[in-house]
């Protein structure tokens, strides 16, 4: 096992982020997202939010090899970045438009997942 500092890293810092914007969704921004009626909204970015994270960083720790490892990770990183992200934006300005981006995150999540499944693992 070789993990990877530079993924555990920002593995951690998105897990970070995710603690403390489902905090602030929930304390800071309960009124603006009460008025935008998105409250599940936040709930759902920050819930897919705080799942990847911890995905990220058990890929990070359990390395493997070949190149799908590694993709699985970036693809991951950049699903939970358009995912969440669109879905923040949308939940905090009542632009419904961004909706429309969120699928695009959602098919990186999913792809990561794949990449997960078909990656060579360490052997024990």
Known sequence: MNPNS???RLAALLGFLGVGL???????????????????IWKTASHYHLVHAVMLLLLAFVGGTGSAGRY??????G??????????????SGIRWLGAITPIGGLLLMIG????????????
């Open 6 to 8: 530079q993924q555990i």
């Open 72 to 77: 699985a990770w970036w693809t991951m990183l």
């Open 22 to 40: 489902g905090a602030f969704g929930a304390h800071g921004l309960a009124e603006v997202l009460k008025s935008h009626d998105t409250v599940e």
């Open 79 to 92: 699903g939970v970045l358009i995912f969440s992200g669109t879905l923040y934006l949308l939940a905090v």
């Open 113 to 124: 997942w794949l990449l997960t499944a078909v990656r060579r693992w360490p052997r024990a």
